[in-house]
């Protein structure tokens, strides 16, 4: 099956890092994003992926064109932003003519795409949902759905006091190439211009699922991701050392928890380092304490520097006995 991952965004959430480099490509352990996005479906299920994405594109075929991965992937440029609908849309002449999957470019999600797959082609339609429950579906797209696995309505970030349930959607989508056919031309959101309409008439599935759902495109998700993958031992290279994965090369003379450390860094005497994702070639000083924090590739954090939940530059030099909660650095 084709898989098109929706990853046209720049990534401004996670700047400065993606002032550098594109999202999909981005580390989490020893993985790109893109990767970690593609592992929710079983290797016999996926023979091509096909990003849709509208920033840094030599970036991301100069990376691909390098490395081995068990898919194909084919880079398929917005020249605009399309919303959803128009980039699934504009990767119409890459698809074969069969059901295929697509999955939001954030995404890490134990969705298990095949029984999605089995439970679709059983009800029919042109469209089936992955669902998550929520406590709060105002800021998703949410489904009414039924016991027969229809969702009756969509409804894209209603109020709280109107929303019809609290199921939403969760960003995996199995289609039907005939869905093309209820597309508008030019941008559209696929929820608002394409779900509301084909649910009206039942074509709408839903499957709901348990286990993990992250949308890693903030810094306090990036980190949820880093510890789905350290519970999930998703790595191929280096270890885990206690709650940590360290790469390899890392030299840990601190106390590191609950984190992600890439390949080659050093961690001093007396640091400590506690749910953060550490890049390659990243220096923590002695003493320095970091919670919550993104650190760069080759940054360097100085001896007795407090940092809680910042980002910290790919490069950048945090001065020793720095203080600071919150934002980037520098700022």
């Known amino acids: 099956m084709q898989v098109i991952v929706l990853a046209g965004g720049f990534g401004t959430r996670l700047r400065p890092w993606t002032n ?52 194909k992937v084919t880079i398929v440029e917005e020249f605009e932003p399309l919303g959803t609908g128009g980039a699934i849309a504009n990767c119409r002449n890459y698809l074969r003519d069969e059901t295929f999957c697509v999955m939001n470019g954030d995404l890490l999600s134990s969705v298990p795409v095949q029984e999605m797959l089995d439970f679709h082609h059983s009800q029919g339609g042109l ?36 929303a019809v349930s609290n199921m939403i959607n969760a960003g995996c989508y199995i289609l039907e190439p005939e869905v093309f056919d209820r597309m508008p031309d030019g941008a559209h959101s696929m929820e608002r211009d394409v779900y509301t309409h084909i649910a009206d008439e039942g074509l709408l599935n839903g499957f709901a699922f348990e286990g993990h759902f992250v949308d890693a495109g903030t810094p306090e998700s990036w980190i949820e991701g880093v510890q789905v993958c350290l ?58 304490k970091m919670f919550e924090c993104l650190v760069g590739e080759g940054a360097t954090i100085g001896e007795n520097a407090m940092l809680k939940g910042v980002i910290v530059d790919y490069g950048a030099t945090v001065p020793a006995g720095h203080i600071q909660t919150g934002g980037t650095y520098p700022q």
């Open 20 to 71: 550098h480099v594109a999202k999909p490509l981005l580390p989490m352990l020893d993985k790109t994003l893109l990767e970690r996005v593609v592992e929710a479906l079983p290797e016999t299920l996926v023979d091509e992926v096909i990003l849709a994405a509208g920033y840094k594109i030599d970036e991301m075929r100069a990376h691909f064109a390098t490395v081995e991965l068990p898919y």
């Open 127 to 162: 469209a089936t949902i992955s669902l998550w429950e929520v406590e709060d579906p105002t800021r998703f797209g949410v489904c009414d759905i039924h016991e027969d696995g229809r969702i009756y309505q969509f409804q894209e970030k209603p109020a709280l006091e109107d």
């Open 231 to 288: 519970s999930g031992e998703r790595w191929s290279s280096g270890d885990m050392y206690g709650t940590s994965w360290l790469g390899d090369g890392v030299i840990d003379g601190g106390e590191s928890s609950f984190s992600a450390v890439g390949h080659g860094c050093t961690i001093s005497s007396g640091a400590e380092v506690e749910r953060c994702a550490v890049l390659n070639g990243a220096y923590i000083g002695g003493r320095a």
